[in-house]
């Protein structure tokens, strides 16, 4: 099976000559489709910032990252747009929900800024929505809603259009420890149902220790 994601010495430096910052140096990784992989690193080690290679939101200084077998920016800005947004969801820390639209339509916005019809979007939304066990807080929104239900929405938000891959930057960090494990089996039984990938960035080893396979970012490096 061929990769989803590929890293060819991929090296990463905020700043100019001057004041160079340099964050990551000669990476090579790779991700077959289906795989769970989780990175772990201490705090400033670059771990965001090679989710957001990956993802196309940064540009490598050096090397290169490649989706399915294509290099994102040998693309036109739309066609990379779109291979992003088909190939990734995201869930951040914090869930960066928009405050004053329902958990529903929350939910829904990805796929009708993809141009889904509304009638359609909508109800995808809440049959994830009901998946999640959150039937009850359709049109709650973010302010309404306890941590982990936001979360859980954040989770729906970043999987409804079916992404590939899915990124999660220590999706679980902000929440207790009941509601991490739940968002956390949330995201695992997602992904296995749909055979999709999960690309996590965790401080927990407990969590770590369900995925596939386990790397550690330090130096520069990931090992
Ligand atoms: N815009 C920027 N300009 C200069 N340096 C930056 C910038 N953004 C991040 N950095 C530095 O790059 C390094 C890596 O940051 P990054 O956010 O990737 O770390 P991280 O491993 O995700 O950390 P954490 O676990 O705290 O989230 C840090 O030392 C940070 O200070
Ligand atoms: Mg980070």
Request: hydrophobic share 40%.
């Amino acid at each position: 099976m061929s990769n989803l994601i590929e890293c060819h010495a991929l090296g990463f430096s905020y700043g100019d000559d001057a004041s160079k910052t340099q964050v990551l140096d000669n990476i090579d990784f790779s991700m077959k489709p289906g795989e769970s992989v989780a990175i772990l690193g201490q705090s400033g080690c670059g771990k965001s910032t090679l989710l957001n290679l990956i993802a196309g939101l940064d540009t490598p200084t050096s090397g290169e990252v490649l989706i399915s077998n294509i290099n994102p920016c040998s693309l036109t800005e739309n066609a990379r747009t779109k291979l992003r947004a088909e190939t990734f969801g995201f869930v951040y820390q914090f869930h960066h929900l928009l405050r004053d639209f329902s958990a529903l339509d929350n939910v829904a916005l990805p796929l009708l800024i993809r141009g889904d019809g509304k009638k359609d979007a909508l109800q995808r939304a809440e049959q994830l929505l009901t998946k999640i066990g959150l039937e009850h807080r359709l049109q709650h929104k973010p302010g309404e809603l306890s941590g982990g239900e936001r979360q859980r929405v954040a989770i729906a938000r970043a999987l409804v259009a079916k992404p590939a891959c899915l990124i999660a930057d220590e999706p679980t960090g902000n929440l207790d420890a009941y509601s991490a494990s739940e968002a956390l089996s949330l995201l695992l039984e997602l992904n296995k149902e749909r055979q999709s990938s999960l690309l996590i960035v965790t401080h927990d080893l407990a969590i770590a220790n369900k995925m596939d396979r386990i790397l550690t970012l330090s130096n520069l490096t990931l090992k």
